[in-house]
């Protein structure tokens, strides 16, 4: 393999840097021929070779011995350089080709950083250690344009509408729970069906987000021929559970949101006539082959298949 061309145009070549080092390091022909896998008279050639490239006498060598000169002594020294920085570039570019190397850039959105994500993240951490990862907070339309922009590698959400450039691979589905105030007369139940509550303040999110949970629950709410008594629309899950620990209202929320404890709420199954569960999909560009997103496609397909049984819709969750 042509590493550098001499002064006569005549490239050098990368394994005639490792024989060189060879004899360098073991002063000796025989002994540097062992530890190649090559014949003698194979690596004096090489040696000669590399010698009449340069020109210069890299080693005086006679019957009794082999030493460096001191030409020879400082092409060792940049050889070994030489050699160092090239498995540097190899091992940078295989890290790079299996997805084990480099950024992603992920965007996340609502109760589900409470539960599945640190869960891929810690897995995809521990096999993929040298991978920068960063998180940004953003609604779904903001999440698909970042996609589309690329400066975005991949999306959380859920309720997501079909996009002709956006791929969504489902990654688990939730049963939607009940958030009460602690003190709530029906806290004392292990589910609550949805009719007994239909006249309750409810506390809705996200607001002003198009197919969101809000909008899930508003027809969750018209199988009753009903709508929500709603006291309060926000923007986010941790908003709303605080509404609740304040004793304003109800809010209806998925269930990784049982993971986000404060004093003064309950979760409660939630039974109603329509679908008591919401998805949870990741999404990223159609046809990317990005080495890490893969990688890190594998570790939440993989997690998703293993931790993320799907709740079916009305029934009690322990």
Do not use: W
Not at 23 to 46: C, G
Not at 80 to 109: M, T
Not at 227 to 253: H, M, N, R
């Amino acid at each position: 393999m042509p590493l550098v061309s001499d002064q006569h145009g005549d490239p050098l070549e990368i394994r005639q840097l490792k024989y060189f080092v060879a004899v360098a390091e073991e002063l000796n022909f025989n002994r540097a021929a062992e530890r190649l896998y090559i014949t003698q008279p194979a690596l004096s050639r090489q040696i000669q070779q590399l010698e009449e490239a340069i020109p210069a006498v890299l080693l005086e060598r006679n019957s009794k011995r082999v030493a460096l000169t001191e030409a020879g002594q400082a092409f060792y020294q940049q050889a070994l350089n030489i050699l160092a920085q090239l498995q540097h570039a190899a091992d940078e570019s295989r890290l790079l080709a299996e997805g084990k190397k480099g950024s992603l850039v992920i965007g996340i959105f609502g109760s589900s950083i409470l539960d599945f994500i640190p869960r891929v993240l810690l897995e995809f951490g521990r096999t993929h250690p040298a991978v920068e990862i960063s998180l940004h907070p953003m609604d779904k339309d903001a999440q698909i344009q970042a996609l589309r922009e690329r400066r975005l590698s991949i999306g959380f959400n859920r309720l997501v509408p079909d996009e002709p450039d956006i791929e969504q691979e489902l990654v688990r589905r939730e049963a939607l729970m009940l958030a009460l105030p602690a003190t709530h007369p029906l806290a004392a139940r292990d589910a609550i069906e949805l009719g007994e509550v239909l006249q309750e303040p409810f506390i809705l999110y996200p607001r002003g987000v198009r197919r969101g949970l809000a909008s899930h629950v508003r027809r969750l709410f018209a199988d009753y021929d009903a709508v929500p008594q709603v006291i309060q629309e926000v923007t986010d899950v941790t908003t709303s559970i605080a509404l609740v620990a304040g004793g304003l209202g109800l809010c209806v929320v998925p269930q990784a949101t049982v993971n986000l404890r404060l004093p003064g709420v309950e979760y409660r199954a939630l039974r109603c006539r329509g679908k008591a569960e919401i998805e949870l999909a990741c999404l990223h560009r159609r046809g990317d082959g990005s080495p890490i997103l893969r990688a890190f496609l594998a570790t939440v397909r993989r997690l998703a298949s293993v931790e993320a049984a799907p709740a079916a819709s009305g029934r009690e969750i322990s």
